[in-house]
């Protein structure tokens, strides 16, 4: 996973790259028991535009995340809102996995927005949600892929 800082600092931009085929890559991000292996279960999420979804989050003062999917391109794009609408402060960022065939594999670009750097806290809960991302959230996905 490399960030590159060329990118926008207000994002979490995270490339990885994974041995699977584009449409492993595109099952894990969209199929309801593989999303549980390396995020979370979502409750009636459907790879359609405006279908609105939910992730449950177990042990946590945030009890779960409401999504819509804005964008859905097989094999290539899946963007959804993600907001926290229970916490203390209440949140709302975009989350968008972009899919390219890469040789024999498949690379994988998150992009996650709607941070405000200028504001303190959420400049240190965007450095939080990278780290999570980077070193929790993706490995576990590489690590779905070996089930």
Same mark, same amino acid.
């Given at each position: 996973?490399? &960030?590159?800082?060329?990118?926008?600092? &207000?994002?979490?931009?995270?490339?990885?790259?994974?041995?699977?085929?584009?449409?492993?890559?595109?099952? &894990?991000?969209?199929? @309801?028991?593989?999303?549980?292996?390396?995020?979370?279960? @979502?409750?009636?999420?459907?790879?359609?535009?405006?279908?609105?979804?939910?992730?449950?989050?177990?042990?946590?003062?945030?009890?779960?995340?409401?999504?819509?999917?804005?964008?859905?391109?097989?094999?290539?794009?899946?963007?959804?809102?993600?907001?926290?609408?229970? &916490?203390?402060?209440?949140?709302?960022?975009?989350?968008?996995?972009?899919?390219? @065939?890469?040789?024999?594999?498949?690379?994988?670009?998150?992009?996650?927005?709607?941070?405000?750097?200028?504001?303190?806290?959420?400049?240190?809960?965007?450095?939080?949600?990278?780290?999570?991302?980077?070193?929790?959230?993706?490995?576990?996905?590489?690590?779905?892929?070996?089930?």
């Amino acid at each position: 996973m490399i &960030a590159d800082p060329r990118l926008n600092p &207000a994002a979490v931009e995270l490339g990885s790259f994974f041995a699977q085929s584009p449409e492993v890559v595109w099952r &894990a991000l969209t199929e @309801p028991d593989l999303l549980e292996r390396w995020l979370l279960r @979502p409750a009636g999420f459907a790879v359609i535009v405006g279908t609105r979804f939910r992730f449950a989050v177990p042990d946590s003062s945030v009890d779960e995340i409401a999504c819509e999917v804005l964008a859905a391109e097989p094999c290539r794009r899946l963007t959804y809102s993600w907001v926290y609408s229970r &916490a203390e402060y209440p949140a709302r960022w975009v989350v968008d996995w972009t899919i390219r @065939p890469q040789g024999r594999g498949t690379r994988l670009l998150l992009t996650q927005t709607g941070f405000d750097i200028g504001n303190r806290r959420q400049r240190m809960v965007r450095n939080a949600v990278e780290r999570s991302w980077k070193r929790r959230v993706l490995p576990r996905l590489g690590e779905a892929f070996q089930h």
